[in-house]
Structure formats: C-alpha cells, structure tokens
C-alpha cells in the first residue's frame, strides 16, 4: 500500500486534535465537576499535551548541534568566507525590505478595518470582553505579562550585544537567541579554513558527518510529526477560549487576512519578481516546515525542518542556507512585526486612544526593530506589544495584553508561519541571485 504523503499525514493530525478538543469541549458543559469521565477527559489531555511537549523538545534539542555544524561546514566547504559579506548585506537587505513590506499590510488593513472601534467609537463590548478575560485569566498567564512589562527598549537592542557572546556554551543555551552562536560559527569555519590542510581536513570531515548525523535525525523526529503534532494541538484546541473569538472576530479576522495578503499576494510577488522563481513549486517544497511552524508556534523549534525542505526540496546550497536560515529564525519575523502592528493600534483603538500618523509611525519603527530581538519561541511578540503599548501611554494595556495571551495560540501559529515562510523565501532568492539552480525558477 502507498505511504500517505507526510503533509497530509500532519493535516490529518491537525483536523483529528480539533474533532477531538472541540469534543471534549462540548462535553465539558455536560459533565459534573466530580464525574469520572472529566477525569478521563482531562487526563487525556494531559497526555497529549506531554507528547506534544516532547515532539517540540526533540526538535529543539537538535538545534545547537545543526546550526553549528551547517555554518562551519556551509562555509568550509567552500573553502572560505569568499562573497560572505554581500551574501551577508544581501540577506539583511532582504530580511528588512520584506519585514517592512509585512507592517505595512498590517497598517494598511488595521487603519481600514478598524477592528477596536465601532460606528468610530471605541468599541465598548471588545473593552468589556477582554477586562472579563484578563479578571479570568491565569496566575502564569499574570505573572508571565507582569514579567514582560518590566522589559524596556534597552532589552531588545541587547540582542545585537549577545552577537559576541562572553561564553559560547551559554550562548548556546538559548535557541530563541542563535546570533551569538551563528558569529562563534561563522568565525570557527574561517579559522579552520586557514588551517594546514592536513589539520582541517579531519576536522572539517568529522563536522560534516555531525552534520549529517544531526539531519538524519530531524528525519526521524519527523516522521513521529503526525503523533507530536496530535499532542500538542488537543490541548492548545481544548484550552482556547472559544467565547472570546466570536467578540474579537473581526481583530482575529484582520490579523488573518493581513498575514494571508504577506503570505499569499506580497511573498509571492517578492518571489516571481525578485527571485524569478515559481511561487506554487515554493509552497510545495516548502510544505512541511510551514505545517511544523503553524503547529509548533515556534520557528526555533521549525528551524531542523526548514534546512531540510530548502536544501532537499528547494535544491539551495549548504553555503547560503546554512547562513540564511539560522539569522533568519533568530531577526526575520514578518508575521511578528505585522502582528505587533495590528495589535498595538487594535488596542489603542479599543482604549479610545487616537494614534496620528505620526504616532503610527513610531509604532511601525518599533514594530520593525522589536521584531528582530524578538525570540522565535511561542507568545514571543507579547513582550514586545506590551512594550509599544507601554510606551505609547495607552492605559490598561497589561489588562488587555493578558486577555490577548490567552487567546494567543491560535494566531501565534499563523505567524510563525509566515515567518518561516518569509525566511525560506530569502534563501531561495538569494541563491538565485547568486547563480544557484533552484528547483523553480520561472524564467
Ligand atoms: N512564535 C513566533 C515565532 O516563533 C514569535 C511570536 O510572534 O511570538 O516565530
């Protein structure tokens, strides 16, 4: 019997987790709070919840040890970091043009939908609604946005101080953070290639095999993907609060379209126009680490995914993918800054504070430069909204950032899909530009 493809093997997951959750989520209403079906249910959930959570572990435990080995060998290979720097400029380049192209979708659609007001009034019902959510809301959920709005500006340029790390172990204790280790790489490989060539080659040899030690493995965590994903969406799905998105549909609808038009129109285009290449072969080649992303909400823990799909499906060369795809895990977050855009004018719409130009423009600034220090981990940008709110002075924003978090999930997994997607598109043009034959040029 033929193997069902992997992507539909993930889509089945997906579509089971949510018959299941919305399941026990019409049964949570029906059973009595001591009946030992909710015990069963909720044990259930626990359960899925922990293999979830261990799918996620796996992927990210073979972060450190991939992107090290892909650098060093990405670049040794070549013998050199000849063309680094324009490789280099051209990836910033491209990772700002396209983060700024993002934040204005969402500025264009958030100014016309206006989903925090209504008749031009802020909208009452929305106001009342998340006040009710963030009164509910959880101890952690309180506390993690408590943490949150102790960050200042300062925080976030700190990641550009993390680019030298004091200590490269600890450095590699943070997958949300790769650039300390990606420098540490970058200069490792260039040393080594200046070694004799009798004391690299073992060197570099063995860095390889690391390497493809570390992709074998993705392949087999993968494969257990329908199972991972499975686990973690029932919990995800079961805990949503339902009751909140039929109130703020109209901001979850702006949010989706918004991160459909960067996704499906801008990217797109960036895609023919740019890198001359076939937007509907990307989105095949490319399926897999898209469906990892919306179903991790994590574009560290996707990173595994998206190296494999680029190189084997895409055809890009270890020298740039290696480069690009780590830097753009870690500062490349299109989804993110649009989202950070969306919200933070949502919120000053509910809270009756009228943002002029002016002040929408500091919004798209910060926006644009908070999402680069932004970590690839789950809920990551909630820190960052928190911090735009703050400084912009609208009131009560804790209030609603924690009622936002709750329902957080859902749309976190959109972005981060279109931040992966954002950043696999910066490999495949890039390669291009640099005269690298990708499976889908349309020319
Ligand atoms: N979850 C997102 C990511 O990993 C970051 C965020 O927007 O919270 O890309």
């Not at 855009?341 to 919004?363: D, R, S, T």
Request: charge should be negative; glycine fraction near 10%.
């Amino acid at each position: 019997m033929k193997k069902l493809a992997a992507h539909w093997q993930i889509l089945i997951a997906l579509l089971l987790a949510t018959l299941l959750a919305s399941g026990f989520r019409a049964l949570d209403g029906i059973f009595a709070e001591d009946d030992w079906g909710r015990g069963v249910m909720l044990n259930t959930i626990t359960v899925c919840g922990f293999v979830g959570g261990l799918f996620i572990q796996a992927l990210k435990m073979i972060i450190v040890p991939l992107v090290m080995s892909a650098i060093i060998s990405g670049i040794a290979s070549l013998g050199g970091v000849e063309g680094f720097g324009r490789l280099g400029l051209k990836t910033v380049g491209f990772y700002m043009t396209t983060t700024f192209f993002a934040v204005l979708v969402g500025l264009l659609l958030v100014n016309t939908i206006q989903p925090g007001l209504s008749g031009g009034e802020p909208d009452l019902e929305i106001r009342a609604a998340l006040e009710q959510q963030a009164a509910g809301a959880s101890d952690e959920e309180k506390e993690k946005v408590a943490v949150a709005g102790e960050k200042k500006a300062g925080d976030f340029a700190d990641l550009f101080k993390k680019m030298i790390p004091p200590n490269v172990v600890q450095a590699a204790s943070n997958n949300g953070q790769l650039l300390g280790l990606i420098f540490f790489s970058i200069l490792f490989a260039v040393a080594m290639t200046q070694l004799p060539v009798d004391r690299m080659s073992p060197l570099s040899g063995s860095i390889q095999g690391i390497y493809d030690v570390m992709i074998r493995v993705t392949q087999w965590i993968m494969a257990l993907a329908p199972i991972g994903v499975f686990g973690l969406m029932v919990p995800t799905i079961y805990e949503s609060g339902v009751e909140l998105f039929v109130v703020l549909g109209k901001y979850f609808g702006t949010v989706v379209v918004a991160l459909g038009l960067h996704l499906f129109v801008v990217m797109p285009l960036v895609l023919k126009y740019i890198g001359k290449i076939d937007p509907l072969a990307h989105f095949r080649g490319m399926r897999m680490a898209l469906l990892t992303a919306f179903s991790t909400a994590s574009s560290s823990a996707t990173l595994p995914e998206t190296m494999h799909c680029i190189q084997n499906n895409a055809g890009v060369s270890k020298r740039i993918s290696s480069f690009t795809l780590p830097l753009g895990a870690t500062v490349n977050m299109d989804g993110t800054a649009l989202y950070e855009c969306v919200a933070v004018l949502f919120v000053a719409q509910v809270m009756g504070e009228n943002f002029g130009l002016a002040a929408q423009f500091a919004v798209v600034v910060t926006a644009l430069l908070t999402s680069i220090g932004v970590a690839g981990v789950p809920s990551a940008s909630l820190v960052a909204i928190l911090l735009i709110l703050n400084s912009s002075g609208v009131k009560n924003a804790d209030m609603a950032v924690v009622a936002l978090l709750s329902v957080d999930r859902l749309l976190d997994m959109s972005r981060t899909a279109v931040n992966v997607f954002g950043d696999s598109c910066a490999a495949v043009c890039i390669a291009r530009s640099e005269g690298e034959a990708i499976y889908a040029t349309s020319d």
